[in-house]
């Protein structure tokens, strides 16, 4: 069963986009912080993220312990980045100046509703890694296109499109051919 509260939905994205969870808490130094998650990138673990939902707790309460955070990692020597995720109501805008002064912030907003995935992702998507399509996937259906219109082609056109999927060499092998060819049929007329 899935977590569907807004701090449930932020953790499953960021569990999927490959940061993990820290256990037991955030601890910096001596110091313990109460966040109701934070991760770090499983296989680098130079960014921090902090998510808090305004409506459990006030805006002065979750500036203070932000500001705490980025005391203490800076005490600490650290170089890592601190994201905050804020679920809940978008806090004030003299808020988000204070919290943008000493980590990033991304305030999620309402994501409860049947679109909160995607609203979430596109809040996310800084920390999201990006999907792009494969580059094979791309050229076959450029290919498929090309190949569904060239039968308006002449016919030299058609066979630089079937040899395309071949690659590079054939298609250049295919275009001396043609040009070959044109060339004999012109010296042919001229004789």
Not at 29 to 49: M, R
Not at 155 to 179: F, H, N
Request: aromatic fraction near 4%; charge should be negative; charged fraction near 25%.
């Amino acid at each position: 069963m899935s977590d569907s509260t807004p701090i449930g939905r932020v953790t499953v994205a960021l569990e999927d986009a490959g940061y993990r969870r820290i256990a037991n808490g955030l601890q910096i130094g001596e110091l313990k912080f109460e966040f109701p998650a934070a991760f770090v990138k499983a296989n680098n673990s130079g960014e921090l993220i902090l998510v808090a939902d305004i409506a459990s707790e006030s805006e002065t309460q979750l500036s203070r312990k932000v500001d705490g955070v980025a005391r203490a990692l800076d005490i600490a020597s650290s170089t890592r980045s601190l994201t905050l995720v804020v679920t809940g109501p978008r806090p004030s805008t003299a808020t988000l100046d204070s919290l943008g002064r000493v980590c990033r912030v991304l305030p999620t907003g309402d994501i409860s509703g049947g679109d909160g995935d995607h609203v979430l992702k596109n809040w996310l998507a800084v920390l999201l890694p990006l999907s792009l399509p494969q580059p094979e996937s791309v050229a076959g259906n450029a290919l498929a296109r090309i190949h569904a219109a060239a039968h308006y082609l002449d016919e030299a056109t058609r066979k630089l499109i079937d040899v395309a999927l071949q690659g590079e060499r054939a298609v250049s092998e295919e275009l001396y051919s043609i040009i070959d060819t044109a060339a004999v049929q012109a010296k042919e007329k001229t004789s």
